[in-house]
């Protein structure tokens, strides 16, 4: 086979053992689980992996993704992630079996839809309790459930909750004590009990493992932690996962011996920043045949030991390999792990190939 590059190479079995662990942790704690499938754009082998793992449902941000997930028939109930535009609304009752809501109007325009379908839809109530991304903030849903009542054709499944995306608000129990008190609440306005409790995503995962995770929270949607071992939010990798599950190779371009500091009058960077630079001489450096157009560079950690990377361009990644033995030459292939950022926009760069092992 010819393989092009750069490419990112998936370990399938680390993420299906990894979809195994944090499903029987969950379970221990009476909590389903939601793999979430956008870190790679949701690739088949690494869907087929988290199902095969024990996901309960498949969860993703963007309807397309959920349309290619449909198709690959694997029997799970789909979940749309990212609260819907109106103008897809129409497609996700065709595609998803659930969707996360925050607003009154958007379950009136579900209603709708389903009526025109002849589908129903269900719906989780997101409650945003602290990190201002979305959700009915701090559980004020009286109009929300004034809509779900008038919108024979949604049924609201449950509440969830998010932390750590915008504000970087950290999960704590009295937070999720808190989920629980809403749910509660709208259990009492609507007149049915709610069964789905879905207390955040991988950074919740902290909770499981010192053991203060609220009874009554009975599901986690979690990507990060499956794909790649680490939680972001807390800053740690996950001593129970496998790490290094994914890596980026991208080939040399060029090797040269060259000054560390520019030369001539400087203006600004391709992307209009002002890179500051420290004189170390001269430096041995490599350029990698991969750019911020593919990947957030700043969230790729070099697997060669000794290997700085100083910034790149569009196109281009540029590393320090002065202390790298044997030095890097023109056409070798140069690896890197990328953190959750960077994979999710590798898996979405048209330049960069997929292949699993
Ligand atoms: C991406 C996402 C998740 C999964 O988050 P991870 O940090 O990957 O575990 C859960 N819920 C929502 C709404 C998301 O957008």
Not at 250 to 257: N, T
């Amino acid at each position: 086979m010819n393989v092009r590059y750069p490419r990112l190479l998936v370990s399938r079995n680390k993420i299906l053992e990894n979809a195994a662990r944090v499903v029987e942790r969950c379970a221990r704690s009476g909590i389903s689980l939601t793999g979430v499938a956008k870190g790679v754009c949701a690739r088949e082998p690494v869907v087929r992996a988290m199902a095969e793992g024990g996901c309960a449902e498949l969860g993703d941000s963007r309807i397309d993704n959920l349309a290619s997930i449909r198709t690959m028939n694997l029997g799970l109930p789909l979940l749309l992630l990212r609260i819907p535009m109106p103008s897809e609304i129409s497609l996700v009752v065709r595609i998803a079996d659930r969707t996360l809501v925050s607003m009154a109007e958007t379950v009136s325009v579900i209603d709708r839809e389903c009526r025109a379908a002849g589908k129903t839809h269900e719906v989780v109530v997101m409650a945003d309790l602290g990190d201002l991304r979305e959700g009915v903030w701090m559980g004020r849903m009286e109009k929300i459930a004034a809509a779900l009542k008038a919108s024979p054709r949604v049924r609201c499944v449950g509440v969830g909750v998010n932390f750590g995306c915008f504000g970087g608000v950290l999960p704590v129990p009295e937070k999720l004590e808190q989920l629980l008190s809403i749910g509660k609440e709208l259990e009492r306005s609507l007149e049915y009990p709610l069964p789905v409790y879905s207390g955040g995503s991988t950074s919740s995962l902290a909770l499981l493992e010192n053991g203060t995770m609220p009874a009554g929270i009975n599901n986690l949607r979690v990507g990060e932690a499956i794909l790649i071992g680490a939680d972001v939010t807390g800053s740690r990798d996950i001593p129970w996962l496998h790490q290094r599950t994914v890596c980026l190779e991208a080939e040399v371009i060029e090797a040269y011996r060259k000054p560390s500091v520019p030369v001539g009058p400087l203006g600004l960077d391709a992307f209009g920043g002002a890179p500051v630079f420290e004189d170390r001489g001269e430096r041995l450096r490599a350029i990698a045949a991969v750019g911020r157009q593919d990947v957030r560079i700043e969230g790729l950690t070099p697997e060669l030991s000794g290997a700085v990377i100083l910034g790149g361009s569009s196109d281009h990644t540029i590393i320090d390999v002065e202390h790298v033995r044997p030095e890097p030459a023109l056409g070798d292939i140069m690896r890197f792990f990328p953190d959750y950022g960077a994979l999710l926009a590798l898996s979405t760069s048209p330049y960069v190939a997929f292949d699993v092992v």
